[in-house]
């Protein structure tokens, strides 16, 4: 039988009785990954999602070559590759473990049993999966909002777009107040309470993150 506590904790089985959770987690197979093992690749077919019940997951994108950027981290009650569970695409990012973790395993051939055996408890189902979705797709749509504010509020102007540089790898030279210089590729911008920093990865393949209001003048290599 399901743990009520657990449940009451994961977000996918919310409103689901214990009896109606087990049957969707009759469902499911168990997974057991060490540390720094992938759950799935970038591009891999997918046709299942992966409830975590312990550990921790990242979930990153290739941008190019060996440089990699990270989307998000999973632990104990998340649901991971919803999104090819849905409609069967392949696989929109990499998931790789940072220390040992088990999985639920949900197919959409196990799933299809459920719907037609018990279409109430499936469309239960679905419903969280779809408020989890659209969670999601919220805090997208800020990060991009805030992206298109920092590209403009960086360049006051349309003439240099960090974002652009970014995507691009372009290398830069960063002329830093109090006179230093620092060269690189920009990875990503982010933004903190104290405001925004770019993460730039030096020449010597080190990362450092630099606050962007200590940028006087960026040279493009």
């Known amino acids: 039988m399901a743990d009520e506590g657990k449940l009451n904790r994961w977000r996918l089985f919310a409103e689901l009785t214990s009896e109606d959770a087990d049957v969707v987690l009759d469902?499911?197979?168990?997974?057991?990954?060490?540390?720094?093992?992938?759950?799935?690749?970038?591009?891999?077919?997918?046709?299942?999602?992966?409830?975590?019940?312990?550990?921790?997951?990242?979930?990153?994108?290739?941008?190019?070559?060996?440089?990699?950027?990270?989307?998000?981290?999973?632990?104990?009650?998340?649901?991971?590759?919803?999104?090819?569970?849905?409609?069967?695409?392949?696989?929109?990012?990499?998931?790789?473990?940072?220390?040992?973790?088990?999985?639920?395993?949900?197919?959409?051939?196990?799933?299809?049993?459920?719907?037609r055996e018990h279409p109430d408890i499936a469309a239960a189902f679905f419903r969280n999966m779809a408020g989890i979705v659209a969670s999601r797709l919220r805090t997208t749509n800020e990060l991009y909002r805030e992206a298109v504010a920092f590209s403009i509020e960086a360049t006051g102007a349309h003439t240099l777009n960090l974002k652009a540089l970014a995507d691009e790898l372009r290398p830069v030279m960063l002329h830093l107040s109090g006179g230093q210089s620092v060269a690189g590729r920009i990875l990503q911008m982010d933004h903190h309470a104290a405001g925004y920093s770019v993460v730039l990865k030096l020449d010597s393949d080190r990362l450092t993150i630099v606050p962007y209001h200590a940028i006087q003048r960026i040279d493009l290599a």
Do not use: W, Y
């Open 27 to 115: 469902a499911c197979e168990e997974r057991n990954l060490v540390g720094g093992e992938e759950l799935f690749r970038e591009n891999d077919a997918g046709d299942s999602l992966f409830i975590v019940q312990s550990g921790r997951v990242d979930i990153f994108k290739n941008i190019r070559g060996d440089v990699d950027r990270s989307l998000a981290s999973f632990g104990p009650g998340d649901v991971i590759g919803e999104m090819s569970f849905i409609d069967g695409a392949r696989r929109s990012a990499t998931a790789r473990t940072t220390e040992a973790s088990e999985f639920l395993v949900l197919s959409r051939q196990s799933f299809a049993k459920v719907q």
